[in-house]
């Protein structure tokens, strides 16, 4: 038993058969806080401390997944290309929309930053929070930052856009669907635009879209606004 834990087949396989079993039960529900990544996190982290399995073993696989997010990230080029058209007949606003919520994320992290007295480390390690994966812990290791908090705050940025975005934007009166796919794919990334997609394909759409532009905006403008929160 042992020597299959300390496999990277383990990792692998605990990941899916826990992240599967809840897509499956919680499939068709309504309730935005049946988050299927969230419950499988906690379920993983359950089973490790209960089964006293060592958090290296559970990482040789899992890191194979993780593997895959670089090739995820150049993979977002496919749906720039297929909203090719629509990028080109909304140009403005979309380039404007998402820039301006890159912008507020900034803000956001800079005012708290100042409120709480933010380390350096931990400002660098929040600020790319609402791009994809890949894309912020990249950002994270070159200028400073701690990659596993950047990882955390990436998750839990998703995570409130998919429990709590599409009330918000209902609350503040949003329902054209390329600014509501917008909206949940520049600040909650792909686990948003997950939740967008189950509002319509235009919506789903122009939230793959927001991922990919949101990660070009935050990789190029990250070394110019730096050292304001440093």
């Given at each position: 038993?042992?020597?299959?834990?300390n496999?990277?087949?383990?990792?692998?396989?605990?990941?899916?058969?826990?992240?599967?079993?809840?897509?499956?039960l919680?499939?068709g529900?309504?309730?935005?806080?049946?988050?299927?990544?969230?419950?499988?996190?906690?379920?993983?982290i359950?089973?490790?401390?209960?089964?006293?399995?060592?958090?290296?073993y559970?990482?040789?696989?899992?890191?194979?997944?993780?593997?895959?997010?670089?090739?995820?990230?150049?993979?977002?080029?496919?749906?720039?290309?297929?909203?090719?058209?629509?990028?080109?007949?909304?140009?403005?606003?979309?380039?404007?929309?998402?820039?301006l919520?890159?912008?507020?994320?900034?803000?956001?992290?800079y005012?708290?930053?100042?409120?709480?007295?933010?380390?350096p480390?931990?400002?660098?390690?929040?600020?790319?929070?609402?791009?994809?994966?890949?894309?912020a812990?990249?950002?994270?290791?070159?200028?400073?930052?701690?990659?596993?908090?950047?990882?955390?705050?990436?998750?839990?940025?998703?995570?409130?856009?998919?429990?709590?975005?599409?009330?918000?934007?209902?609350?503040?009166?949003?329902?054209?669907?390329?600014?509501?796919?917008?909206?949940?794919?520049?600040?909650?990334?792909?686990?948003?635009?997950?939740?967008?997609?189950?509002?319509?394909?235009?919506e789903?759409?122009?939230?793959?879209?927001?991922?990919?532009?949101?990660?070009?905006?935050?990789?190029?403008?990250?070394p110019?606004?730096?050292?304001?929160?440093?």
């Open positions: 038993m042992k020597t299959w834990l496999d990277p087949s383990f990792g692998i396989l605990l990941t899916l058969a826990v992240f599967v079993f809840y897509s499956y919680f499939h529900k309504k309730n935005p806080l049946l988050n299927p990544l969230i419950f499988s996190m906690l379920t993983i359950a089973i490790l401390a209960l089964g006293n399995i060592p958090l290296d559970y990482s040789q696989g899992a890191d194979y997944i993780s593997f895959l997010l670089g090739p995820v990230t150049v993979a977002l080029a496919l749906p720039l290309y297929r909203e090719l058209d629509l990028l080109k007949l909304h140009m403005v606003p979309i380039l404007v929309g998402v820039f919520g890159i912008l507020a994320g900034f803000a956001s992290i005012l708290l930053g100042k409120l709480f007295h933010f380390t480390t931990l400002m660098v390690s929040l600020l790319p929070k609402s791009t994809t994966m890949a894309i812990v990249g950002l994270s290791e070159n200028f400073g930052g701690d990659p596993a908090l950047t990882t955390i705050y990436v998750i839990i940025a998703g995570n409130m856009g998919f429990m709590f975005g599409p009330s918000l934007l209902k609350i503040l009166g949003i329902k054209h669907k390329t600014a509501y796919g917008l909206g949940l794919g520049s600040s909650s990334h792909a686990i948003g635009t997950n939740r967008a997609m189950e509002s319509g394909p235009t789903g759409a122009m939230g793959s879209l927001a991922i990919g532009l949101a990660g070009l905006m935050t990789s190029f403008l990250f110019f606004v730096l050292p304001l929160f440093i």
